[in-house]
Each structure stands twice: as structure tokens, then as C-alpha cells.
């Protein structure tokens, strides 16, 4: 098994999809129903519409986030990042980009760190987002015991 370190800026591909103008130039990076899974809510976010809408709304919360690394192993992209949000805290994670055979991108799980930050961010998207996404996405833990 070879983990492939890429040659480019680490991230630049991800960032080019993200920041693709219309929603349909967005779509055509996934396959039909795509899942987007994060430490940051407590349910998936499915089809491409809903996760340009979260990562929007994301965006909107950091003050700078820079790709530190990229390496791909197998149908799977692993970006490292770092970066400042909610008035300069520090904050840094890993993104994790899985794609079908012809490229298009099937799931992302996205991990964010130190805990503090995760739930300060979770809830500052959840002011944002409201009930946009569902309802269940950022119920509160004692909602599903």
C-alpha cells in the first residue's frame, strides 16, 4: 500500500471545488447523493446542494484556514489544516475526501479540534444555519438518549 504525497499546493483541488461559482459547476464534483459527515453536527448532511450550503456557512465562521497536507491512499484524499475562527482561537483538523472509480467525490468526513473549539463552532453554525440543513443536524446529545 502507497500513500502519495501530492505534488501540488496541499488543498488547492478541494479549494477549487469549494469556491465554484454556481451550484450545478459544484454538483458536478459528486456523484448523485453524496454524505457529508462532521464533528461539528450530529447528522449527516446529503446531496450537493445541502453540503455547499454547510461549507458556505463554514467558511463564513474562519478568519484564515490554510491546507498543511495532502496525501491520497487509495479513493481517499486526507487534507490536514489549521487556522483561526470565533475571534482568533486557534483551530486545525483533517478533512477526509473519498471518491468513486471515475474521481467524482461520494463522502467527506470532516474532524475538527481541540473540543472547546468543536462545540463553539457547532453552535456558531447552528446560529447561522438555523434549521436549513434539518432539524436533527445540531440537536443537542440529550436529544437521541
Known amino acids: 500500500m502507497t500513500i502519495q504525497q501530492t505534488p501540488n499546493v496541499p488543498g488547492a483541488a478541494w479549494r477549487a471545488i469549494i469556491n465554484r461559482e454556481s451550484p450545478e459547476a459544484f454538483a458536478s464534483a459528486f456523484v448523485k447523493h453524496p454524505v457529508l459527515v462532521a464533528s461539528v453536527a450530529n447528522a449527516a448532511v446529503n446531496g450537493a446542494a445541502a453540503i455547499r450550503t454547510f461549507f458556505k456557512a463554514s467558511a463564513a ?33 483533517i478533512t477526509i475526501i473519498a471518491h ?5 467525490i461520494e463522502r467527506i468526513e470532516l474532524y475538527h479540534r481541540p473540543l472547546a473549539i468543536v462545540l463553539a463552532f457547532a453552535s456558531e453554525l447552528e446560529h447561522r444555519l438555523g ?10 446529545a440529550r436529544e437521541f438518549s
Open 61 to 93: 465562521i474562519y478568519e484564515t484556514i490554510t491546507f498543511t497536507a495532502e496525501a491520497r491512499l487509495g479513493n481517499r484524499t486526507f487534507l490536514e489544516w489549521k487556522g483561526s475562527a470565533l475571534g482568533g482561537r486557534a483551530i486545525e483538523g
Open 100 to 104: 468513486d472509480a471515475p474521481g467524482l
Open 131 to 140: 434549521e436549513t440543513l434539518g432539524a436533527k443536524l445540531f440537536a443537542r
